[in-house]
């Protein structure tokens, strides 16, 4: 009997692993087991369905079931894994939608069951069905159904990425949006305050109403409106979605005897094996190594997904791939504001033992005299001693986001300050200044 | 008496010699001789004022004389340097304008002349003054002159950065576009064949006629319209410009005994010092090394001559700097297609030692399903022997072109393929996929 993987959760991580794996071993049975009615599909397109943006469904799904099904991958939707028992070998699921249970033995296990919105305990009435999350396409599908009404008052509780695209996609509806964030400014993880301020100013460009430093404690249901509240604030809503965050699902695996790391995600090696010999685990669940700290982290990327379910696939189909680790490269808009960022704050650089400095450049994404030139702000971050390079964060028009990865692509070469400020990057008058905005950031973070 | 800097031309190098010098030591006394009417102009800018995206002349000159002045360089534009005596340690100028000589003594000299545009001998009629170039303002103002008639016939002769750009700019006049070229494809020095004749659809899709294989051989004059003809056709035009490329402008240093390269221009080591104790070379007219194979190279872009400026300055002024190379980094638009290069080409890996080894990927700008997404092609070169990167071209729509710059950051620190396909790059549907088209082309070439 051939060799049977079974996958625990089919999205961007799992099918990765699984179609890496097929290429490598075709004769691996592989079934992949997903609790949602879509394997592989763009959680991060979301917010543009939700706003009209885009009008097909279907577009946010990579493949269909039918579509690794002729890849010889099974996939097995709206089962919902139940217990995984690495001492026989099986992992035990029941269907959502019919009655029957599944005991499927395994010889490879891949756990990918990715993560889950928080919804905090402490926050009266966030339970309520009326509280909407974004995360499943079924979510997407909710969503839009109310979003699509474009009348009233929306709030979304959080001020994070989703929530930034989310209040993108109701304003874009024509709601009254007012976004509530218990931060100093928007994205406060992963922007320090400087270029967090300009973020900010885009959501309120984009006509949000943003409420810093206002911790929602609880939100009152009536008559299916909603009362979302703090210690100083109060403010009626009509719909109300929230977007805090997210957590690995990390239950059955933690039920089976799976290690966690420090982060309370799966503990993996850069080959993505767990403690468990034939068990390895990849994407949102799983903890992956930050490249400069070189200590574990949980990120929530779905670029890290991909890349570690490949991985992950690579050295189940009897490959060898080691994962080179993150940086935490993110980028996101709000109308034509473009927001980008990389590697460590200035805070986080500081806790990992270096002595920060930053460089801050105010330009253009073009030259000054084009016609389409908009503001951009690049910040670099770069340690004092050694010059190298730490981190990285990009706010500006058209044009400014995708800059943030040539200061991926900088780090994670290990690349000082001063390097890059020598780099031979491109110009003509279309496409940026004869120094690039990103060599000025440098130049000023290497102090000269 | 103060020290004296003499600039022998002053453009991007010059200037940028010029300031860098003065911030490092105010008592140098700086003179800086331009035998144009501006200095430290953009001439990338150019071909958008000839077409009207830049309608004021002044937006292209950075700095005026007057700034520099208040900064203590003196600019004496319209002197022609018609001597460098080595042994008397002077320089002597003519005035374009007056009648008056003027004879400089310097202690440190800063040959910056630039390039000429080429016009070769063998193509009789080229000479005419009807036959338009594009390098100083005063070309600039001449061909605007022409171009805003906005009927009729042009033809541009050559199917390099500066000829695409202006056929950009005469299409958007209302010409009736024809450009003409010996090579196979436009771009054929700086572009591979697959990637060039992507540029040739866009270049026609502009509505420009496209001849190539070519050659120019004659342009006959009458009337004041022109036939530009070669050995199998034969062109009407009533505008004919040449975008030939151009040339180091050494015959003032080779007069005086300045060595010059293989190359044929200056030659000087990473501090930018010629074969002369004082005497300082960068820019247009000075050699550059070739940051993969290590030779020497003359190549002609703003960047370059801004950044050996910069080097040649802090030297000049005392202090201690290395140019760390070219990659030869380059990038135009025409339309909403845009184009960029860096590094070898597959030819040149080889005459260069490597066994070039490419990788192609087709994707779109952003998500597929983004309704903003455009085509993009991205061409990966390495080794493939050591998987170092060598050469990138990218051809594709609105966000495709400053894609290179990651390449050029990549290839400039010396990564293999395999570890660029691993880099965390920045991801969300507005932007890229989730494997950016930079991965799939490094994966491909990395052979994985």
């Known amino acids: 009997?051939?060799?049977?993987?079974?996958?625990?959760?089919?999205?961007?991580?799992?099918?990765?692993?699984?179609s890496q794996a097929r290429r490598l071993r075709p004769d691996l049975?592989?079934?992949a087991l997903e609790r949602s009615g879509h394997v592989s599909y763009s959680a991060c397109g979301e917010p543009y369905y939700v706003g009209g943006l885009v009008t097909d469904l279907d577009r946010l799904v990579a493949r269909t079931p039918s579509e690794f099904a002729?890849?010889?991958?099974?996939?097995?939707?709206?089962?919902?894994?139940?217990?995984?028992?690495?001492?026989?070998?099986?992992?035990?699921?029941?269907?959502?939608?019919?009655?029957?249970?599944?005991?499927?033995?395994?010889?490879?296990?891949?756990?990918?069951?990715?993560?889950?919105?928080?919804?905090?305990?402490d926050v009266s009435g966030i339970d309520h069905p009326n509280v909407y999350g974004l995360r499943t396409l079924e979510d997407a599908v909710l969503l839009r159904s109310e979003a699509v009404r474009g009348e009233g008052s929306a709030v979304i509780v959080g001020g994070g990425y989703?929530?930034?695209?989310?209040?993108?996609?109701?304003?874009?509806?024509?709601?009254?949006?007012?976004?509530?964030?218990?931060?100093?400014?928007?994205?406060?993880?992963?922007?320090?305050?400087?270029?967090?301020?300009?973020?900010?100013?885009?959501?309120?460009?984009?006509?949000?109403?943003?409420?810093?430093?206002?911790?929602?404690?609880?939100?009152?249901?009536?008559?299916?409106?909603?009362?979302?509240?703090?210690d100083s604030f109060a403010v009626d809503s009509d719909l109300t979605v929230i977007g805090l965050g997210a957590g690995p699902e990390v239950a059955l695996a933690r039920a089976a005897g799976i290690d966690l790391g420090p982060t309370g995600a799966v503990a993996v090696d850069d080959r993505q094996a767990t403690n468990v010999e034939?068990?390895?685990?990849?994407?949102?669940?799983?903890?992956?190594?930050?490249?400069?700290?070189?200590?574990?982290?949980?990120?929530?990327?779905?670029?890290?997904?991909?890349?570690?379910?490949?991985?992950a696939g690579t050295n189940i189909g009897g490959g060898e791939a080691h994962f080179p680790g993150v940086l935490g490269t993110a980028i996101t808009k709000i109308g034509t504001t473009e927001i980008a960022r990389t590697g460590l704050k200035v805070e986080e650089a500081r806790v990992a033992g270096f002595t920060p400095v930053v460089g801050i450049a105010r330009g253009t994404t073009t030259a000054g005299y084009w016609p389409e030139a908009e503001p951009v702000t690049v910040m670099v971050i770069a340690d004092r001693d050694q010059g190298r390079l730490l981190g990285g964060q990009v706010v500006g028009g058209r044009g400014a986001g995708k800059r943030i990865d040539v200061l991926?692509?900088?780090?994670?070469?290990?690349?000082?300050?001063?390097?890059?400020?020598?780099?031979?990057?491109?110009?003509?008058?279309?496409?940026?200044?004869?120094?690039?905005?990103?060599?000025?950031?440098?130049?000023r973070a290497a102090g000269a």
Request: glycine content about 10%; hydrophobic content about 40%.
């Open 29 to 31: 049975e592989i079934v």
């Open 162 to 230: 989703i929530g930034i695209e989310v209040a993108e996609a109701l304003v874009d509806r024509g709601w009254r949006v007012t976004m509530v964030t218990s931060g100093d400014h928007v994205l406060e993880r992963t922007l320090d305050d400087q270029m967090g301020s300009l973020a900010d100013r885009a959501v309120r460009n984009y006509g949000v109403e943003l409420l810093t430093q206002s911790r929602v404690t609880h939100i009152k249901h009536q008559d299916g409106r909603q009362l979302v509240g703090g």
């Open 70 to 121: 002729e890849r010889n991958i099974e996939v097995r939707l709206h089962y919902e894994v139940k217990e995984i028992d690495l001492d026989r070998r099986v992992v035990v699921a029941y269907s959502l939608q019919g009655k029957d249970t599944l005991t499927l033995g395994f010889d490879q296990l891949m756990y990918s069951t990715g993560s889950a919105p928080l919804r905090p305990p």
């Open 278 to 311: 034939g068990v390895w685990s990849a994407g949102d669940c799983a903890e992956a190594r930050n490249r400069i700290t070189g200590r574990p982290i949980n990120i929530l990327l779905g670029t890290v997904a991909n890349k570690t379910g490949r991985i």
């Open 1 to 18: 009997m051939a060799d049977r993987l079974v996958v625990v959760g089919g999205d961007a991580a799992g099918m990765s692993a699984a």
């Open 408 to 443: 991926a692509t900088a780090i994670w070469t290990g690349m000082t300050a001063e390097e890059l400020a020598w780099v031979d990057l491109s110009y003509a008058p279309p496409f940026s200044g004869v120094w690039d905005i990103i060599h000025i950031a440098a130049r």
